[in-house]
């Protein structure tokens, strides 16, 4: 049976020596390291933590992630979780807070963000395509046109270059921003992008391209791939570069069966019409959910 009547539940910071069992409600998150935590405390009948929130700024936006007990009324005490950031989040001079999560459109949170007044700030789509399949069609591609590839082309392993390299090239597409882009380049990132097999385009010093991947059990999923070229033709030359510097490194033991493309349902169509050219499946969209402070 669900616990009602939180009359003595407490919205604080976890204290040191709690924050271990405050960071057990995130383990299958990703946390990031400038992250602030708050903890939904009842002290009946014994002291307890039902629920967290883990915020961080990014811009002039205050992001949250939820988490609550099993058992517990989530709307109660997610109220007071997403009430306190919000204040936090004024403090530190942010003009909205979302969540910091894309939510597909069955995720049992949009209800409880709509109650408290959270609208669907924008929509991102996704899309498969068996890995095998891919890396086959890439290397036809590749072998087909190379020839029309310019001379001063080359692609490098991301590990190679910091991630300020391709901040200018991506910032239109709102796929990622700074400081995510930075946690998931690290070395030691838990989470992180695929350092090898993540590249960037450069044309002569320029980068014009960039393919950024993580892996996710048996899926490279791919957060970010752009490519500014002078014209369709050139910007075509440039995933068939990308895809195959993935597709030059991939081996069957990596065990990917699949690849899944991100890509905003508005700025980012051209990630539609790649992943469709290669016989890749629409997912079903997930969303952003923001509020105006």
């Known amino acids: 049976m669900k616990e009602s009547n939180l009359a003595d539940l407490a919205i604080r910071e976890p204290a040191p020596a709690e924050l271990d069992r405050a960071v057990y409600l995130f383990r299958n998150h990703r946390l990031r390291p400038q992250a602030r935590m708050l903890v939904a405390v009842r002290s009946r009948p014994v002291v307890r933590f039902v629920g967290a929130a883990i915020w961080w700024t990014e811009g002039k936006v205050g992001c949250f992630q939820l988490a609550c007990s099993p058992g517990i009324i989530r709307e109660e005490v997610c109220a007071r979780l997403i ?3 919000s204040q936090c989040a004024r403090l530190a001079g942010m003009e909205s807070v979302q969540y910091g999560e894309l939510l597909s459109s069955n995720s049992e949170w949009i209800e409880l963000l709509v109650r408290q007044g959270f609208i669907r700030l ?32 080359r692609t490098e392993s991301i590990r190679q270059h910091a991630p300020e390299t391709v901040f200018e090239l991506i910032a239109p597409y709102r796929l ?63 995933n068939v570069c990308l895809l195959y510097h993935v597709a030059k490194r991939w081996s069957s033991n990596q065990n990917f069966s ?3 493309f991100r890509g905003g349902a508005t700025e980012h169509r051209e990630t539609a019409n790649l992943a469709m050219r290669m016989d890749g499946r629409e997912l079903p969209p997930r969303h952003v959910y923001s509020k105006v402070l």
């Open 83 to 85: 009430e306190q950031v």
């Open 258 to 260: 699949q690849l899944q």
């Open 176 to 238: 990622m921003p700074p400081e995510e882009l930075r946690d998931y380049w690290r070395v030691d990132s838990a989470f992180g992008f695929e350092l090898d097999l993540s590249s960037t385009l450069f044309d002569g010093p320029r980068p014009i391209g960039t393919f950024l991947a993580r892996r996710v059990r048996d899926t490279l999923c791919v957060d970010v791939r752009v490519v500014q070229a002078e014209n369709r033709l050139l910007n075509s030359l440039g």
């Open 122 to 153: 924008r929509s991102e789509r996704f899309f498969e395509v068996p890995a095998q399949q891919s890396w086959t069609r890439t290397v036809e591609a590749f072998e087909k046109y190379k020839s029309k590839i310019p001379s001063g082309w």
